[in-house]
């Protein structure tokens, strides 16, 4: 599996890959760190059921890498990590089976921070604290991020909504949020109380009943949501939602959401920018979730996570300014000035993410 691991297309010079297994709970995870040249390595825990190991060797990988970005962006002394966690029909997550992933972490030694990503929650941490005071997004701390994720995107959005349409910005515009979970819900009620109409769809179809009571929105299928004929497009759920054929479907000239490594390849970027689409960088536009449990590692106070947070529409300005003067694709221009932040002497490309 090491062979495989580092000649993976995803590898990008990961600087550790561990595979943790506790036979008692069932434990099956990965941690990976991609870079700790600006810090201590932060990212979630993704618990999901992954039909192979390599699909979450893939995953790991690719959500690792992201957050070397999303952290260097952001401004923030922390490096990039993420740890799956394999689940199936057979195997669920337990009280018992966190508290090893925490044994897992902690031996890393700091090298790496757990906090919260799909399928983990801050009842989930709290149990990881018992074995580790490596992790943050606990109830002890920072509690849940999804509603500073959220923020994020709604004030990229708002951003970019004016910068492409002009006028009111949000007001009357209409936003097509795929996946209603933990942040799309919180965008949805950003977005209701700005005055925008809101489209949903999610395979939970209990999270789509949830905003459409609560915020008025529209129900839609998640076969149909991308290509609907909307301002904005914000995929929230999970990744690779870009493609060469979601692309040619979409009418939407703003694509701004919350999920992570949104394009499927490095060629969706530039797929975007000929379609005269704007696109707003994932990892920066989704940071304020990485800000917020952030701020116990590295003692930032609440007035500084606040003035990081609001520091992501105008460095998504700047991308923005700097693709048009330059005729580069959002996404590489987002890419060149992150890696040039963590790894300076080295060439701005990270494949698909």
């Avoid at 040249?37 to 979630?44: F, I």
């Avoid at 890393?108 to 997004?137: F, W």
């Avoid at 290509?227 to 990744?239: H, N, R, T």
Wanted: proline share 4%.
């Amino acid at each position: 599996m090491s062979h495989a691991v580092f000649d993976h297309a995803e590898f990008d010079d990961h600087e550790q890959v561990v595979f943790a297994r506790d036979a008692e709970t069932g434990l099956k995870a990965i941690i990976a760190v991609h870079d700790a040249h600006l810090g201590p390595a932060l990212g979630g825990c993704r618990i999901w059921p992954y039909a192979t190991e390599d699909q979450a060797v893939w995953d790991v990988l690719r959500l690792s890498r992201g957050m070397s970005y999303k952290a260097a962006l952001a401004g923030l002394a922390l490096g990039g990590g993420k740890s799956v966690v394999i689940t199936n029909g057979e195997t669920r997550k337990t009280p018992a089976m966190m508290r090893a992933l925490g044994r897992a972490v902690e031996q890393l030694g700091g090298r790496y921070i757990v906090a919260e990503d799909v399928g983990a929650t801050v009842d989930d941490m709290d149990e990881i604290a018992k074995e580790t005071t490596y992790v943050t997004g606990a109830s002890s701390n920072t509690g849940d991020p999804s509603p500073w994720t959220a923020r994020g995107v709604f004030l990229s959005m708002e951003r970019a909504a004016r910068r492409r349409l002009g006028g009111a910005g949000l007001v009357g515009a209409r936003v097509a949020v795929k996946g209603v979970g933990a942040v799309g819900r919180h965008l949805c009620h950003l977005l209701h109380d700005a005055g925008a109409t809101i489209y949903a769809a999610d395979i939970n179809q209990a999270a789509v009943d949830d905003v459409v009571k609560r915020f008025d929105a529209h129900p839609v299928g998640v076969d149909e949501i991308a290509a609907m004929d909307v301002e904005i497009f914000a995929p929230c759920a999970l990744g690779a939602e870009l493609h060469v054929e979601s692309i040619m479907r979409l009418k939407a000239p703003i694509v701004c959401g919350s999920a992570n490594n949104q394009l499927a390849s490095a060629q969706d970027d530039a797929r975007l920018a000929q379609a005269n689409v704007l696109y707003c960088p994932d990892y920066l536009v989704n940071a304020g979730g990485l800000i917020l449990v952030a701020r116990p590692p590295l003692g930032m106070s609440a007035e500084e996570a606040e003035a990081k947070l609001a520091q992501i529409p105008d460095t998504l300005d700047r991308i923005f300014d700097r693709a048009a003067e330059t005729g580069a694709p959002t996404g590489a221009v987002a890419d060149q000035i992150a890696r040039a932040r963590f790894r300076p002497d080295t060439a701005p490309s990270r494949g698909g993410v």
